[in-house]
């Protein structure tokens, strides 16, 4: 059974940071994309960052470059979502996701599992 598990979140202040994490069970890491999306209350879910099992490559959205960095440890079949200088519009749900290809996406819809999610809150 496939299994993504989110921790990490939390609440911070404005500039702060947090590492979430994405601990994943039930495949073989190597063989999956792993992307973080987030949702707001009344926004529609955003691609954050996700990064390709083939080569490592990453992909950000415009909002959170050189903010944010996505990394992925296979032997411990987890991936990390460092958020620095943390803005209030940064606060949501924060999801990761798994999808079997070598080449990451940012659109959701592509994403065959999910995890239960992490609140993360940025206050001014």
């Known amino acids: 059974e496939v299994q993504l598990v989110e921790s990490g ?13 994405c601990a994943a069970s039930g495949f073989t890491f190597d ?7 987030r949702q707001a209350p009344g926004k529609e879910r955003e691609g954050v960052s996700c990064i390709s099992s083939s080569d490592g490559s990453t992909y950000y959205a ?17 991936v990390y979502l460092q958020m620095n200088s943390l803005k209030p ?6 999801y990761c996701a798994s999808v079997y290809r070598s080449v990451a996406t940012m659109f959701g819809d592509e994403y065959d599992y999910w995890g239960q999610g992490t609140q993360v809150t940025v206050s001014s």
């Open 9 to 21: 979140g939390g609440l911070v202040q404005a500039g702060g940071s947090l590492r979430l994490s």
């Open 31 to 37: 063989d999956y994309a792993i992307g973080w999306f």
């Open 62 to 78: 415009d909002s959170v470059k050189g903010r944010f960095t996505i990394s992925s440890d296979n032997a411990k079949n987890t």
């Open 89 to 94: 519009e940064d606060t949501a749900v924060y």
